[in-house]
Each structure stands twice: as structure tokens, then as C-alpha cells.
């Protein structure tokens, strides 16, 4: 069909809409269901208002504060169930009785009945967006609300009201331009475009509800049930887009025919995005890193926190958020502290004097060690006499953690422990030795005396001011 054909049925179609809203009963429904609309919106702002004037500690969020009883979370929960659930309450009261007023006076009113389920809808998109608050940050299902399930009630609503005005299977079928003699119909560009959007949205979401519910409820491992729900996620996009693409016709001959030309310019652009890419799955496939784990990467130390298909994210100790393209990880090698064992060894180095016997030594450093709450029983720590010398004794302590993150914070924890038992044990620390010479033109001047060579020593060290 030529393109201004299919245009023009579509502007014939759509040109049934105008003639349904001029009708005079439709316009009065129309008026009473936007002032319902407006009623119901300040009643719930005057309940909403009184109820944070009357509990003022119960308001949004705070059934997840901690040390709060349970009586106090349930009844902080109902007060939010009921201020979601307030302005579409509302609009059915006020809706069902202006429908029962016009059927009494024998006027029109199927409008009225049709906007009832939209009511209907939305109250069960708010009291599920209020259930969602248990299971994650207010923030994500914010987010959720305003970018997956509100636009989808949006989209929803509007596709039964063209419904209602118009034969929706016939204005999909509108054919809108031919490519290569395969024509492409609205409805597949809605799909390509909507649907492909709610599709990837909804993967995400039902992802993230998944891993919330199976860390909480189960002991699975935290990092490997993300990775492997991302793969899935990838796996469920790709399985939209290749549906999109036999919604729009177009084939395997068909793409290679659009795409030859910019194949060669593209390729070039594009083979980085591809290596990326492909260095993703196959780390998802292998789990060989996956969040959570603690690897060192430019000799920093960093917590993964997201495995994407084309980028790893990770954070640092000091809270830098860093984003490393995938093929970095098969191109450069990497330490990981969790690919098979959490456990790890942070060797802690101990100087002292050699008056103090090495199996007194050994220990203080073994109790300091094994009082710490963060190091392991098991392996025990253990203490190695590295080497002695000129008044000097070298020992090393090794702790074992299953947090590698932790091992700054721990090795300076029992360095000040080790201080306070070596002052509780008598045990010194090394002193530096001096050795000074002096010329023998002193001696033979007659300075041979001790406190004579010291006077003469301070007197040309200089002093500081203060």
C-alpha cells in the first residue's frame, strides 16, 4: 500500500475522534469527570494534611526506620496503604454518585461508567507501589513508578479509550511506509518503540524483585544470583528486540540490504561496543566476576557493584566510582581476593628491641591478634620471627579476614592494641643508635672531657624558634 494511502486512512480513522467529542453529552461527562477529578484531589490533600499534623512521626518511609516496634511499623504501614489509596477512593465515591444522580434524571452516563475501572487501575497501581516500599529504597520504586508502571497505566488507559472511539486492530494495520516492498504497520512501530521500552523496563523490574526477594528469603549467593538474573535480562531483551524485528518484517536479506553500506564505516565504530559486549556475557557465563567481589584493578582495591554487558562498575575504599569496559578484564590481568576463597591474609610488620625475649613477643602478638572481633579463629593467627640485628627484632603477624575490604582498618586496630600490651609488658620498641665522631683537633685542644665535648656539640646544634 502506498505511503499517502496509509496515511490517509489514518487521518480517517482519527478523524472519528473529533466527531465523538463534540457530541454535547460527552462533553458534559467529560466536564463532571474533571471536576470529580479536582474534588477528589483537594479532599485527599485536606486528609493527607491532617493526618501529618495529627501523627507527625508516621510519614512517608517510616515504617523502615530502625528501633521501632512492631506495632508502631504496622500502624505506620496502614497510614501509608491509606494515603496512597485516599484520592482514588475519593474519585470512585464522587464518581458512582454523579452516575446515580444522571440515571435518576435520565441523562447519559456511559462514560461515567467506563472511567470507573481507570479508578479501579490506578488504586491498584498505588496500593502496589505502597507494597513495594518492604522490599526496596523509596527511591527505586520512585523511579519504578514514574518511568515503568504509571507510563504503563497511562498507555493502557489511552488504548481502551481509542478502543472505545475507534477499531483499534484497524488502525494498527494502517500501513505507514514500505521498506523493500515489506510494508510496516503502526501497530509494529508501536511495538519497536512502547513496547520494546515497557519490555526492557519490565525485565529490569521483575530482576530486581527477583534478587531482593531470594537474598532476604534464601541463602543464595548474593553475587552470583545478580549475575546470573542479569544474563537473563540480556538474554529476555534480546529475545523483544528480535521479536520487534519480525514485527517490522524485516529478515536477516532485509537487514544485510540496509546495513551493507554503512557496514564497512560502522564496523569500525562498533567493534569496541561488540568487544565489550561479548567480553560481558562471557563474564556472566563463567561467573568468573560477578558483585560483590574485591578485586584490585590499577593496584587499587574495589568492591564490584554491577556487571553490565557493556561496562563493569566498580567502587573504590574511597568511594570513587569507577566504570571499566569488560575487555579489560580478558586483556590485562587483575587480582581477585573472592573468586574461590573470601578469606584473605593481611600481614602486619612489628619491630622490637631484642632485651625482650622472642617467645614473649610471639605472645602479645597472638592474644592482640585473636582479641580482635573482625579476625578469623580459623585459620588462627599466626607470628613468624622474621630476622634480628643491631638491637633490633622483626616480627611478622598474620590475620586472616573474610572481609578483604577490612584490612586497613583491622591492621591499625591491632597495631594500637600491640602498643598498649607492649606499654602493659615492659616490651620497648627499637631506639635508633648514634654514633658520633668528632675531630681530634677537639682532644688535642684540651677539650677531653665528657660534659666538655657535649657542651661544645649543643652549642653549635641550632635551636628552633619556640
Not at 564496523?267 to 584490585?296: C, K, M, T, W, Y
Amino acid at each position: 500500500m502506498p505511503h499517502n494511502t496509509g496515511i490517509g486512512e489514518l487521518t480517517a480513522i482519527l478523524g472519528k475522534i473529533p466527531v465523538f467529542l463534540g457530541r454535547p453529552a460527552v462533553q458534559m461527562q467529560l466536564f463532571l469527570i474533571a471536576l470529580i477529578a479536582c474534588l477528589a484531589w483537594f479532599g485527599a490533600e485536606s486528609i493527607w494534611r491532617w493526618q501529618h499534623r495529627r501523627f507527625p512521626r508516621l510519614g512517608v518511609g517510616a515504617f523502615r526506620r530502625p528501633n521501632r516496634t512492631r506495632r508502631a511499623l504496622l500502624r505506620a504501614y496502614a497510614l501509608e496503604i491509606a494515603n496512597s489509596a485516599t484520592f482514588p477512593i475519593l474519585s470512585l465515591l464522587f464518581l458512582e454518585a454523579t452516575r446515580q444522580v444522571l440515571v435518576l434524571q435520565g441523562m447519559t452516563s456511559g462514560l461515567l461508567g467506563k472511567v470507573s475501572w481507570i479508578l479501579w487501575a490506578f488504586l491498584a497501581l498505588q496500593l502496589g507501589t505502597t507494597l513495594l516500599y518492604a522490599f526496596f529504597e523509596r527511591a527505586t520504586v520512585r523511579a519504578y513508578y514514574l518511568h515503568l508502571l504509571l507510563p504503563l497505566l497511562c498507555v493502557v488507559v489511552t488504548l481502551k479509550i481509542l478502543d472505545n472511539l475507534t477499531d483499534l486492530q484497524q488502525l494498527g494495520e494502517v500501513v505507514l511506509v514500505e521498506v523493500f516492498s515489506r510494508p510496516v504497520t503502526l501497530g509494529a512501530v508501536f511495538i519497536a518503540t512502547v513496547g520494546l521500552y515497557f519490555w526492557t523496563d519490565a525485565a529490569h523490574f521483575v530482576q530486581d524483585l527477583i534478587y531482593q526477594f531470594t537474598v532476604v528469603h534464601t541463602k543464595a549467593d548474593p553475587g552470583g544470583t545478580k549475575a546470573a538474573l542479569t544474563l537473563i535480562r540480556y538474554l529476555l531483551v534480546i529475545t523483544g528486540v528480535v521479536y520487534v524485528l519480525s514485527n517490522l518484517q524485516l529478515g536477516p536479506t532485509t537487514l544485510a540490504a540496509v546495513t551493507g553500506g554503512l557496514s564497512v564505516g560502522v564496523g569500525f565504530g562498533l567493534r569496541e561496543i561488540l568487544s565489550n559486549f561479548i567480553s560481558g556475557a562471557l563474564l556472566l557465563l563463567e561467573q568468573s566476576l560477578h558483585p560483590g567481589d574485591v578485586i584490585q584493578v590499577n593496584e587499587e582495591i574495589s568492591v564490584v557493584e554491577d556487571v553490565r554487558m557493556r561496562a563493569t562498575i566498580v567502587r573504590t575504599l574511597n568511594n570513587d566510582e569507577l566504570v571499566i569496559p569488560n575487555q579489560t578484564f580478558f586483556t590485562a590481568s587483575f587480582k581477585t581476593y573472592t573468586g574461590s576463597d573470601k578469606t584473605v591474609r593481611v600481614p602486619i610488620h612489628v619491630r622490637t628491641d631484642c632485651a625482650t625475649a622472642p617467645a614473649e613477643v610471639v605472645r602479645v602478638l597472638e592474644q592482640c591478634a585473636r582479641s580482635h572481633p573482625e579476625v578469623l579463629a580459623d585459620p588462627p593467627p599466626t607470628v613468624f620471627v622474621l630476622d634480628y640485628g643491631d638491637n633490633v627484632a622483626n616480627f611478622q603477624l598474620n590475620v586472616w579476614l573474610d572481609n578483604p575490604t577490612l584490612g586497613p582498618q583491622v591492621c591499625s586496630d591491632i597495631k594500637l592494641l600491640v602498643w598498649d600490651a607492649f606499654v602493659a609488658n615492659s616490651i620497648d620498641l627499637p631506639t635508633p643508635e648514634m654514633h658520633l665522631h668528632f675531630p681530634h683537633n677537639l682532644v688535642r685542644g684540651g677539650v677531653n672531657t665528657t660534659a666538655e665535648i657535649r657542651h661544645l656539640y649543643f652549642r653549635s646544634v641550632p635551636v628552633a624558634d619556640g
